[in-house]
């Protein structure tokens, strides 16, 4: 019995591109994946992946020839690189390497593929893969930056163990993940598509004088891991955070704030057009009554410093703007679940967040472990990646919301 094809991808036309990384091998995977799910495959290779992997597989598994040359005169004659372009609906380049982003961030055009992505109008998808200090290179990130800025989705490697050897972020992201990527792009009707989403995420600082402030641990890692998760489940997003190391993700609208008060504001401004709002950001109950003008120095034994309390950013939208779904985050060393549910209460929440910090826990960490509560429900995620967490929460609010309204 053939079994029918249910995917967002059938007859979906996707350019896979490949430079010239040792996670050539994976793409092979990716396009078995594309081609199952129903979409036509072509395969564009540069010449240094064809040191990698060779085009005959790519061939067999996308059943179309490879095109590898750009001064070709039988391909130009059958598809050349304007054609190609012209024919994709989404272009995916997997692996991207360093060189391949240098080249595409500065519009050289010496090969096929970096011609063709010249040429095209379809969205055009990287997914890095590279050595980790080669990821890390100032060079390489100021071409992500330009890439990005460029409106093209830059799918980030994950970490753990490269090629190489060593151990860091570099690694291209599996096949399955870029092909549900690809897939999402086709999808009608995403779990967020049309909700406007506004984030807070890290933490703030509060000056006590021009050099020294009050902050906490907060990465910001969570709240950046849900900003991208809401984006790819098709909500337009917006997030208003404090200092971190972190980059925005793509395709997302960020503010930059230092402090609880410039927080307070930003949020109570953008939550006018949002319709969720999640508040993950760890933001200073106080702040010094008074920021001396001049360092303070060393003068008595015992210095005292009066603080006052902060605007609470999450009363007062959840307050102000009683139609936003209000998702708060409660950081808890302990009573989890009675904090949280006290919060929810207090400050008028849908939904409250919580999760457990101090002993290595929640702040600065890759993982994290939720218990999700609002008025007559409770759902415990146990310790995961945080994306991987963000995803889900996103999908149990978006349910909350459908029915809502
Ligand atoms: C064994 C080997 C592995 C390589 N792996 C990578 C890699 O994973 N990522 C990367 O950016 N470059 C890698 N390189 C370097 C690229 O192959 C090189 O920069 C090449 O010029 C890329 O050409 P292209 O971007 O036109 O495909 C590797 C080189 C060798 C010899």
Known sequence: MIKAI???LIKKQILIGISGGIA????????????????NVRVCMTPSACEFITPLTLQALSGNPVHTDLLNRNAEAAMGHIE??????LIMIA?????????????HAYDLLSTICLATQAPIHLAPAMNRMMWANIATQENRKVLIN??????????GEQACGEIGTGRMLEAQELASIIENMFTKKQPLSGYSVLITAGPTREAIDPVRFISNRSSGKMGYAIAKAAKALGAKVTLVSGPVALDAPAGVQRYLVESAKEM???AMTLAKTADI?????AVSDYSPAKISTQKIKKSTDILSLELHYNPDILFDVSHHYPDLFTVGFAAETENLINHAKQKLQRKKLNMIVANPVGNNKGFDKDTNQLEILWENGHISLPEDNKNKLAKELLLIISKHISKDS
């Open 277 to 281: 709002f999640i508040a993950t950001a």
């Open 6 to 8: 249910m995917s967002d």
């Open 150 to 159: 460029r409106e093209y989705f830059v799918h980030d490697p994950a970490d």
């Open 264 to 266: 307070h504001h930003q």
């Open 95 to 107: 692996p991207t390497t360093a060189n391949f982003m240098a080249k595409l961030a500065h519009g």
């Open 84 to 89: 190609l372009a012209r024919w994709a609906d």
């Open 24 to 39: 050539a091998y994976k793409t092979a995977e990716l396009v078995r994946q594309l081609i199952k799910k129903g979409a």
